[in-house]
């Protein structure tokens, strides 16, 4: 069916002549070419591994038999969040036995010559793309992020594949990487948004979700978004958008760097379709996060879903100073071990601990019985966060802005809007 | 009814079919140990997949599912096979490797999905040339119905 074309370098390499561990990991690529109809590889400059959380024996086994035959990353390769807080192993509510194969599988990683980051937002460290670059990357929040804010190319890698292409430096040219299928399909046109949602962070989750929600796979563009404070809001969008489709781009006219026109991000074609969003639609959308009233008691919140930035920190840290959550309820934030050892380092990280907050690095909440009250409600201002964690740990969400999340652990009890 | 299909994964399998209106997410969307569809936001919320003939428009959401599915595979809670109206890298990498290390083959193709409906016994059947043909039939004396539970 396909008209695969391997160079010589690339058959070579399937051949086993750079390992049986290249050889294996080849094998799976050219398959995934067949099954996808890809006509050939391209180079890549760096991965993201989404490989290091524990979802059963079948993880394990494939790393396993790569470290086994020898294998080695041939370009910088950053590592997605584990299954364990390897900084914080006292937050851990997992049995011995039942840990032991999730570290296992994120030492396997560092054997293969992976970096530590155990990180959802790589984009966000001294590994981060540039423009244009071409890039295999895992983590559905990364994948968007690296595309629409920064430029670089890569489509939705998955477990095992992105490791293939880490142990081989090779993507298949097909996709995203490519100019043709990064315009524009379907047109987003924002009308009629209240200066309170424009000036909200929730707006962006909202419109992530929406775009998520009807675009399906293809390529939405965002006409009429104001533009952000920071590119944590676009990081927001985009891992709502993610979450709740499957989404791998997006373009916000005049904010994204591949479309500074409504003309650029379609490449100069007319739009497949032209969707208006109302200020209901996103209130609709934000409301359909939360599955509680105002007023009910919370027993956590949690932060951090994609982690935390040390610009989310440096929000966070005058709320708290503000309201001074007092009531033993955990604030969890997720972040990057290394935005940990910076804040730790300015010292900034001291006064924290007494109004709640509880730093997780190296996995996320949502992921891991790391929780103390799983059964409560617990408060996010993500939505990536509130789209998962009913279903992966039970819990019930409010949804918030973060500075709510703040007043709801001082109050006890889920405190929104004005 | 009988139509031809892109195979992703050629194979055969045959069980029930479960049809589902919106893409499901294997992360966060089905319970490995059962087969379950525990995604709180999905129609089928508490539809099991295992040994069916999963039909969707298409994969979403997180890029874990492929290890989720080739858990699933392993442990044999995975479905029968998979028909999906459009392709999906992160299922087929998840079945690919499945095969690799477990030589488990779970059929999954790309075709039109267009009046399949739920329970109802459906095939997937390999024809070679990375084709596959799906039947789904609805009389007595077609495929007959698996007898799981």
């Known amino acids: ?215 399906g796979d293809h390529l939405p563009v965002i006409n009429g978004l104001p533009p952000p404070r920071d590119e944590d809001q676009l990081k927001a969008l985009g891992a709502a958008a993610a979450s709740a489709g499957s989404v791998a781009m997006f373009h916000a006219v005049g904010i994204t760097p591949e479309a500074a026109t409504v003309g650029e991000a379609f490449g100069g074609r007319t739009p497949d379709q032209t969707i208006a969003i109302s200020e209901a639609d996103l209130a609709q959308a934000l409301a359909r996060l939360s599955k509680v009233p105002d007023g009910s008691p919370i027993s956590a919140v949690s932060l951090g879903t994609p982690h935390f ?83 992966n740990i039970g819990v019930t969400v409010a949804f918030g802005e973060l500075e709510d999340c703040v007043r709801s652990a001082a109050a006890g009890r889920v405190t929104r809007g004005s | 009814m009988e139509r031809e299909a892109v195979a992703v994964i050629a194979g055969n399998a045959e069980g029930m079919a479960l049809v589902l209106s919106q893409p499901l997410s294997f992360w966060g969307g089905i319970d490995v140990a059962t087969g379950r569809i525990i995604d709180a936001n999905h129609p089928d919320q508490g539809e099991t997949v295992t040994g069916r003939i999963l039909v969707m428009p298409g994969g979403r959401g997180s890029s874990s599912s492929s290890s989720v599915l080739a858990e699933a595979i392993r442990r044999k809670t995975a479905p029968a096979g998979i028909i999906l109206a459009r392709t999906d890298a992160i299922l087929a990498v998840g079945a690919i490797v499945a095969d690799m290390l477990y030589a488990v083959r779970m059929p999954l193709v790309v075709g039109d999905t267009e009046g399949l409906v739920s329970d109802l016994p459906t095939e997937i059947r390999d024809v070679g040339a990375s084709c596959c043909v799906i039947r789904q039939d609805a009389r007595a004396g077609g495929i007959p119905p698996l007898s799981r539970a």
């Open chain 1, 309 to 391: 930035s040390l610009d989310e920190w440096r929000r966070l840290i005058p709320l708290l100073r503000r309201y001074r959550p007092q009531r033993n309820i955990p604030i969890y934030v997720n972040t990057g071990r290394d935005t940990l050892s910076e804040l730790d380092r300015t010292g900034e990280l001291a006064e924290l601990h007494d109004f709640g907050v509880r730093p997780v690095a190296d996995t996320c909440t949502y992921v891991t019985a790391i929780l103390k009250e799983i059964e409560g409600v617990v408060m996010t201002n993500s939505g990536k966060w509130a789209y998962y964690a009913p279903g």
């Open chain 1, 1 to 215: 069916m396909t008209d695969l074309r391997l160079t010589s370098e690339d058959q070579a390499t399937l051949n086993g002549e750079r390992g049986a561990a290249a050889g294996m990991a080849m094998a799976v690529l050219v398959r995934f070419c067949a099954a996808l109809g890809a006509g050939g590889l391209l180079d890549i400059a760096r991965t993201h591994i989404d490989g290091c959380l524990y979802h059963g024996q079948a993880g394990l086994d494939f790393v396993d038999r790569l470290v086994a035959l020898g294998g080695k990353v041939q370009v910088p390769t950053t590592l997605n969040v584990g299954s364990v807080d390897l900084i914080h192993p006292e937050l851990m509510r997992v049995k011995r036995e039942d840990e032991s194969p999730m570290r296992r599988l994120m030492s396997a990683h560092l054997a293969l010559g992976c970096a530590p980051t155990f990180t959802c937002a790589p984009y966000q460290t001294r590994f981060r793309p540039r423009f244009g670059e071409q890039i295999a990357w895992g983590e559905s929040n990364a994948i968007i992020f690296a595309n629409s804010v920064i430029g670089a190319r890569t489509n939705r890698y998955g477990d095992f594949i992105d490791l293939c292409c880490a142990l081989t430096g090779r993507a298949p040219a097909w996709g995203l990487h490519l100019d043709a299928n990064r315009r524009g399909q379907i047109l987003y046109e924002i009308v009629g948004l209240s200066a309170s949602l424009a000036a909200s962070d929730s707006l962006y989750v909202a419109v992530g979700l929406v775009i998520g929600e009807k675009s």
